[in-house]
C-alpha cells in the first residue's frame, strides 16, 4: 500500500497555543508525552515554555508507565482476592466433610474394636462395617491431606494479594506526584505565556499557524509501506490530523503521542503497550533513517519519551506537545534525535 502527497484535511477549529494549554490545566487526568527540545538560539519567555513543555512531556512517560502498573496490579489483585474466596469455600466444604465423619464415629461408640466384635450378634455384618469403617478412614485422610494444602495456597494467596495491594498503594502515590509535577509545569508555562503582550501572543499564534500550514502541505512521497499493519495503523493516525494533544490522552479525538500510536494500531488490530519507552522494545528494531518505511514506529530522545510514525519522505506524524495538534513535520527539524525506529 502506498503512501502520497498527503490529502488535503479538512480545517478544524481547534484552540491555539495557549486556550490548548490552559485546557489541558482544566483536564485532571491528562498527560504529555512530545515537546520537541527547546532551541538554543531561542531567548526570553519562548524558550522558557518550551524547556517548561519538554520537562512535562518526559514526566508524562513515567506517569503513563505507572498509570499502566496501576491497571496490571489492581487487575492481579482482583484475581489472588477472586482466587482466595473460592478457595476459602471449597476448604470449608472439606472441613465440613471432615466434620461429617467425625460425628459419624462419635455415634458409633468408642468400644475397643475387637470387644464389638464379641459383643455382636452378628459377626460377619461387624466386619462388613468394620472395613467400610478402614475405607472411611482412609478417605478422611485424604481430605485432611486435601484441607491442609489448601489452606497453604490460601495462606500464600492471601499474602500475595496483600504484597499486590501495597505496591498498588504505592503506585498510587506516584501517580499522584508526577501528576502534581505536569500540572506544576503547564501552570509555570501558562503563567509566563500570560506575560506576554497582545502583540508577543499573535506572533506565536501566527507560528503556530505556519506549523499547521506546513503539515497541510506536507509532500510524504509515494513510498510504499513494510506491512499491511503498519499501512493501517499510519492510515488511522493520518484521520486524527488536527486534533489537539492532550497529556495521558489515548483519543479517539485528542492525543499525546503513545496515545496516537497506541490508539492507531488498535484501528488496525493490533495491540502495543501504550507508553513510548514499552513501543520502543516491540516489533522489529531499524536503526537507520534511511531504512525506515511508511508506517514504521520513530522513536525520540535519549530516553525513547517520544514516539510517532514515519510519513514518508522524511516526515514524522505525530502528536507532539501541549498547545499543538497531530500534524505532519520534517523529522530533521522536530529538534528530537532519532534512535531507532520499529516495524511491526
Given at each position: 500500500?502506498?503512501?502520497?502527497?498527503?490529502?488535503?484535511?479538512?480545517?478544524?477549529?481547534?484552540?491555539?497555543?495557549?486556550?490548548?494549554?490552559?485546557?489541558?490545566?482544566?483536564?485532571?487526568?491528562?498527560?504529555?508525552?512530545?515537546?520537541?527540545?527547546?532551541?538554543?538560539?531561542?531567548?526570553?519567555?519562548?524558550?522558557?515554555?518550551?524547556?517548561?513543555?519538554?520537562?512535562?512531556?518526559?514526566?508524562?512517560?513515567?506517569?503513563?508507565?505507572?498509570?499502566?502498573?496501576?491497571?496490571?496490579?489492581?487487575?492481579?489483585a482482583d484475581n489472588l482476592q477472586d482466587s482466595v474466596a473460592r478457595g476459602q469455600e471449597e476448604l470449608n466444604a472439606l472441613r465440613d466433610s471432615l466434620g461429617?465423619?467425625?460425628?459419624?464415629?462419635?455415634?458409633?461408640?468408642?468400644?475397643?474394636?475387637?470387644?464389638?466384635?464379641?459383643?455382636?450378634?452378628?459377626?460377619?455384618?461387624?466386619?462388613?462395617?468394620?472395613?467400610?469403617?478402614?475405607?472411611?478412614?482412609?478417605?478422611?485422610?485424604?481430605?485432611?491431606?486435601?484441607?491442609?494444602?489448601?489452606?497453604?495456597?490460601?495462606?500464600?494467596?492471601?499474602?500475595?494479594?496483600?504484597?499486590?495491594?501495597?505496591?498498588?498503594?504505592?503506585?498510587?502515590?506516584?501517580?499522584?506526584?508526577?501528576?502534581?509535577?505536569?500540572?506544576?509545569?503547564?501552570?509555570?508555562?501558562?503563567?509566563?505565556?500570560?506575560?506576554?503582550?497582545?502583540?508577543?501572543?499573535?506572533?506565536?499564534?501566527?507560528?503556530?499557524?505556519?506549523?499547521?500550514?506546513?503539515?497541510?502541505?506536507?509532500?510524504?512521497?509515494?513510498?510504499?509501506?513494510?506491512?499491511?499493519?503498519?499501512?493501517?495503523?499510519?492510515?488511522?493516525?493520518?484521520?486524527?490530523?488536527?486534533?489537539?494533544?492532550?497529556?495521558?490522552?489515548?483519543?479517539?479525538?485528542?492525543?499525546?503521542?503513545?496515545?496516537?500510536?497506541?490508539?492507531?494500531?488498535?484501528?488496525?488490530?493490533?495491540?502495543?503497550?501504550?507508553?513510548?519507552?514499552?513501543?520502543?522494545?516491540?516489533?522489529?528494531?531499524?536503526?537507520?533513517?534511511?531504512?525506515?518505511?511508511?508506517?514504521?514506529?520513530?522513536?525520540?530522545?535519549?530516553?525513547?519519551?517520544?514516539?510517532?510514525?514515519?510519513?514518508?519522505?522524511?516526515?514524522?506524524?505525530?502528536?507532539?506537545?501541549?498547545?499543538?495538534?497531530?500534524?505532519?513535520?520534517?523529522?530533521?527539524?522536530?529538534?528530537?534525535?532519532?534512535?531507532?525506529?520499529?516495524?511491526?
Amino acid at each position: 500500500m502506498a503512501s502520497h502527497r498527503r490529502p488535503q484535511q479538512p480545517r478544524r477549529a481547534y484552540p491555539t497555543v495557549f486556550a490548548a494549554t490552559a485546557a489541558a490545566l482544566a483536564i485532571s487526568a491528562q498527560s504529555a508525552q512530545a515537546d520537541p527540545l527547546p532551541d538554543p538560539t531561542k531567548k526570553g519567555v519562548q524558550a522558557q515554555v518550551d524547556r517548561l513543555y519538554e520537562e512535562a512531556t518526559q514526566a508524562t512517560e513515567t506517569y503513563n508507565g505507572a498509570n499502566e502498573k496501576q491497571k496490571t496490579l489492581r487487575k492481579q489483585a482482583d484475581n489472588l482476592q477472586d482466587s482466595v474466596a473460592r478457595g476459602q469455600e471449597e476448604l470449608n466444604a472439606l472441613r465440613d466433610s471432615l466434620g461429617s465423619v467425625a460425628s459419624a464415629q462419635y455415634r458409633g461408640g468408642g468400644l475397643d474394636p475387637s470387644l464389638q466384635l464379641l459383643l455382636s450378634s452378628a459377626p460377619d455384618d461387624y466386619l462388613d462395617k468394620a472395613s467400610n469403617l478402614e475405607r472411611a478412614s482412609s478417605r478422611q485422610a485424604n481430605v485432611m491431606r486435601q484441607a491442609q494444602a489448601k489452606q497453604r495456597l490460601l495462606d500464600q494467596q492471601r499474602a500475595q494479594a496483600t504484597a499486590k495491594l501495597g505496591e498498588l498503594a504505592e503506585t498510587r502515590t506516584e501517580l499522584g506526584a508526577k501528576k502534581r509535577l505536569i500540572q506544576g509545569k503547564l501552570a509555570e508555562a501558562q503563567r509566563l505565556l500570560n506575560t506576554l503582550t497582545a502583540e508577543e501572543r499573535a506572533k506565536m499564534e501566527q507560528e503556530q499557524e505556519r506549523a499547521d500550514r506546513s503539515s497541510e502541505r506536507a509532500d510524504l512521497g509515494n513510498e510504499a509501506s513494510a506491512s499491511s499493519r503498519g499501512a493501517a495503523a499510519l492510515d488511522a493516525a493520518k484521520s486524527r490530523v488536527g486534533m489537539p494533544y492532550v497529556w495521558a490522552a489515548s483519543g479517539p479525538n485528542s492525543f499525546d503521542c503513545s496515545g496516537l500510536t497506541s490508539w492507531a494500531f488498535k484501528q488496525a488490530g493490533v495491540s502495543i503497550p501504550r507508553t513510548s519507552q514499552a513501543q520502543a522494545e516491540v516489533g522489529t528494531r531499524i536503526n537507520s533513517l534511511g531504512d525506515l518505511k511508511p508506517g514504521d514506529l520513530i522513536i525520540m530522545r535519549t530516553d525513547l519519551s517520544h514516539v510517532g510514525f514515519y510519513a514518508g519522505n522524511g516526515q514524522i506524524l505525530h502528536s507532539p506537545k501541549p498547545g499543538a495538534s497531530v500534524r505532519y513535520e520534517s523529522i530533521a527539524r522536530s529538534g528530537m534525535p532519532f534512535m531507532w525506529g520499529v516495524r511491526l
